[in-house]
């Protein structure tokens, strides 16, 4: 029985990227010869934005470009995708993702089982070291805790990691199918009928929170969702946005939206009060510069010690451990990579391609054990600080 597969990818002013995503994609499908034969794909590309020499780009890929004259943002364009298919089964991706051989045949087997929708496991790197976290955990008391964290620091921002942690490497270390709605809308893996059924995507976010929307109005449907560990990808991370000039305005107006509407327009209103009143010391949301000394903890703390630039030593560390990077002060959510026993001695450095993709803002580096407690932290300044 031939099913049907529409693979939409969303790009804006990244050309190459796109093409590069849907070529490894390509590559993975064909692969396997059963899933290949079986199956009947149709490529959409949604052009939210291109220069000259970027659409000559890609006018020369065997897809069907979709051009809405406009950015539409990420919703806008993946639900132009969708209504411009009837395909029973649908990719919804980034274009800065590589999936790795077998990704997209794991992620369509969790549908053919009776998944509503599938995400991957996603690295930060090709040599797969640094995981990715999940979609977080929302909910007030999340949101209430990463807003003491950011303002407060200390013990609340420990807390917070702890809590972050604990919630990634149910992920990470899942060894089979995971039902979870903290996926990716990097990339997921969608039905046709989920999709008719629970409404596509909010197109009022413009940037950010529109996958975790739709996830959750899937589980108030009752359909189930699930996190593949099997099904591996590599996330370039954030390409797009850092080249739209409203990306932090989007970001924020995402936010607060979301917070009404899952959470109520009096917890909005008041976590916005918040704000207004007690600044956030850290730069947790942005990643920027100047947040260092709240990075050590909060008011009265030091600062935490710049990371090394010949690397980390963690040979007086008991192992395993995670070395986990990320660009909030309060050190969550973060990448990570699990140090085990008989890892070899050395210096940790950042995976080389990561370090060159760094663009501008501060990153923060935490070492915990296998309980989630903290070990150190180290500040990683911008690139030229």
């Known amino acids: 029985m031939t099913r049907s597969l ?3 990818l969303v790009h804006y002013h990244t050309p190459r990227l ?3 995503a849907l070529g490894a994609l390509r590559r993975d499908l064909a692969c396997d010869p059963d899933l290949a034969a079986g199956l009947d ?12 020499e970027g659409r000559a780009l890609l006018a020369e890929l065997p897809v069907r470009l979709l051009e809405p004259g406009r950015n539409l943002g990420y919703a806008g364009g993946v639900n132009l995708g969708m209504a411009s298919s009837h395909a029973e089964w649908a990719l919804l991706m980034n274009p800065d993702v590589l999936v790795e051989p077998g990704c997209a045949g794991r992620l369509l087997d969790c549908l053919r089982s009776g998944a509503a929708a599938a995400g ?8 797969r070291r640094l995981l990715l976290p999940p979609g977080e955990a929302r909910s007030r008391c999340g949101e209430l805790l990463a807003w003491l964290a950011a303002t407060r620091g200390g013990a609340w921002a420990a807390r917070g990691r702890r809590r972050s942690r604990r919630h990634c490497r149910r992920h990470w270390q899942a060894a089979a199918p995971l039902a979870s709605y903290a996926l990716s809308g990097s990339l997921l893996a969608v039905t046709r009928a989920a999709w008719e059924r629970v409404g596509g995507f909010d197109e009022g976010f413009e940037l950010y929170f529109e996958e975790t929307d739709w996830l959750l109005r899937l589980r108030r449907a009752g359909l189930p ?10 996330h370039l991370y954030a390409r797009s946005a850092a080249l739209e000039p409203r990306a932090r305005e ?4 995402s936010a607060r939206r979301f ?11 008041s976590l916005a009060r918040l704000d207004g009143v007690l600044p956030r010391r850290s730069a947790a949301a942005a990643g920027g510069r100047g947040a260092a000394p709240a990075a050590g903890g909060g008011a009265g703390r030091p600062p935490l010690p710049p990371l090394p630039p ?16 990320s660009p909030n002060a309060t050190g969550f959510p973060a990448a990570a990579e699990r140090i085990g026993e008989g890892a070899p001695a050395g210096r940790w450095t950042l995976p080389p391609e990561v370090a060159a993709r760094r663009e501008g803002g501060d990153w923060w580096v935490w070492l915990s054990d296998e309980r989630c407690r903290d070990l150190a932290g180290f500040h990683l300044p911008a690139p030229g600080a």
Do not use: Q
């Open 310 to 325: 010949e690397g980390l030593d963690l040979d007086g560390y008991p192992r395993p451990l995670w070395v986990e990077v």
């Open 18 to 20: 796109a093409a590069d």
């Open 6 to 8: 529409a693979v939409v």
């Open 120 to 127: 991957p496991r996603f690295y930060w790197d090709s040599d």
């Open 41 to 52: 794909v149709e490529w959409l590309l949604v052009d939210n934005g291109s220069n000259p």
């Open 250 to 253: 989007w970001f924020d107006n």
């Open 259 to 269: 917070r009404s509407r899952h959470y109520g327009a009096w917890f909005a209103w």
């Open 225 to 234: 969702a699930r996190y593949v560990p099997a099904a591996e990808a590599v």
